[in-house]
């Protein structure tokens, strides 16, 4: 997964720095406390990562991709952290997580232990927001990256893995960048 993203860094954030995400903030970021601390999970351009910090949020910019580590250091000045999910031991919990497009590289698996273990990143009545495709095939991709398809299945499976879980939101949109073919799926889960 991340050779596709240490080759193609440089493209992948301009492709993906201007994509507007205003209506996924707007759903989120209401839910959080001013000065809120906030997880970027799989941060690529860094776009959102600079949205939060720029509206008061302390964010942490978590990106496996050493490349992509270099270009979120471009455009913004906060704390980067180079590693995955899997591997990433926090020192601290977080109000909220970010999680937009960066699971849906993960197997279910790894997404379900991820969810297990959630209090390790997520404050009690935190926030988490997380998208995916919908309506592709789950597996490897002709560029080498594989892909899971996020259904209402596998947030089911989210919920029944961590019972302090709760759904707030789930809603498709399309791609915001004008692709076709499949659409995302996005969630908002609080921690109770």
């Not at 935190?126 to 209402?152: C, H, P, V």
């Amino acid at each position: 997964m991340c050779e596709y993203y240490e080759i193609n860094a440089r493209r992948y954030a301009k492709e993906t720095f201007s994509v507007d995400m205003s209506d996924q903030y707007e759903r989120f970021l209401p839910l959080l406390k001013s000065q809120a601390g906030i997880l970027d999970v799989g941060s690529g351009s860094g776009r959102d990562a600079c949205y939060f910090q720029k509206k008061g949020y302390r964010v942490t910019a978590l990106e496996p991709s050493k490349n992509l580590c270099r270009e979120i250091r471009k455009v913004f000045p906060g704390k980067i952290v180079c590693s995955d999910i899997q591997s990433y031991q926090p020192d601290q919990r977080f109000d909220g997580i970010w999680a937009c497009a960066s699971f849906l590289h993960l197997q279910e698996k790894e997404v379900l232990r991820f969810f297990e273990k959630i209090n390790l990143y997520l404050n009690d009545n935190g926030i988490m927001y997380l998208s995916g495709k919908n309506g592709i095939s789950t597996g490897q991709a002709k560029d080498g990256r594989y892909f899971l398809e996020f259904t209402e299945q596998l947030v089911e499976k989210i919920l029944t893995v961590n019972r302090q879980l709760k759904l707030i939101e789930l809603w498709y949109t399309e791609d915001a960048s004008g692709r076709k073919g499949f659409r995302w799926l996005n969630v908002i889960l609080n921690m109770s």
